[in-house]
């Protein structure tokens, strides 16, 4: 189960890395969502071979935090990305299903380091960053990604701690400081800079708000 992301149209492997992250992000989603609607044992135990196959590849502790790093050409990166961060919540959904303490372990861990992306000046969190030798923000772009607070509100309903629903109020009154727009919406942005304007008609994802800011 743990693949590179990219394959051809036979289904055969055609490279690319091995992550959760960008390109690989919806299967694992739709895997576990699908398995809880239709209660298909096949795709209940396909996702967790997942989860143990990830976690033996991918999941590290480094001196930044703990994640499921990228792997490719024989290596882990040190590396986290917003897109990632959708999984500890993942995580937190899975172990009320299968009632494994492991997977909310994990889940507990990672969102520690996802929520670091937001330890910036403005509270507006960046796109990416390293985890070694510690952790720094490698791309201070904000795209109003959805990931960390949505995996923020499956911590707070599953485990009922305070600190989750705290870390999101942050997050909401940051982004309701320095993103919202006067003649209204939200504006992507860099973190630390003000708000820019893209061109009329032109999309940018830095200057713009994309449709997932309201969807989710």
């Known amino acids: 189960c743990a693949r590179p992301n990219r394959v051809s149209d036979t289904g055969a ?9 960008g390109e690989s992000d919806s299967f694992y989603e739709y ?3 699908s ?9 209940l135990a396909y996702f967790e071979k997942c989860v143990d196959g990830l976690y033996a590849l991918l999941y590290r502790r480094f001196p930044g935090g703990t994640t499921f790093g990228p792997h490719r050409n024989g290596r882990t990166s040190a590396s986290i990305g917003h897109l990632d961060c959708f999984f500890p919540g993942l995580l937190a959904l899975s172990s009320t299903v299968y009632k494994n303490s492991r997977h909310l372990e994990m889940a507990e861990a990672m969102m520690d380091t996802c929520v670091k992306l937001y330890k910036t000046p403005t509270g507006v969190g960046a796109e990416s960053a390293s985890l070694e030798p510690h952790f720094r923000i ?3 772009e904000n795209k109003l990604r959805p990931e960390v607070v949505e995996s923020l509100f499956y911590l707070w309903r599953i485990t009922g701690r305070e600190r989750y629903r705290n870390f999101a109020w942050e997050m909401f009154r940051a982004f ?13 942005m860099r ?5 820019p304007r893209g061109s009329a008609g032109e999309y940018r994802d830095v200057g713009s708000m994309p449709s997932f800011w309201v969807g989710e």
């Open 13 to 21: 492997s055609i490279g690319g890395s091995i992550s959760i992250g």
């Open 31 to 33: 895997l576990l969502k």
């Open 35 to 43: 398995a809880i609607q239709t209660r298909e044992k096949g795709k």
């Open 138 to 140: 490698t791309n201070n």
């Open 176 to 188: 309701e400081k320095h993103a919202r727009q006067p003649q209204g919406g939200y504006c992507a």
């Open 191 to 195: 973190v630390g800079e003000a708000c």
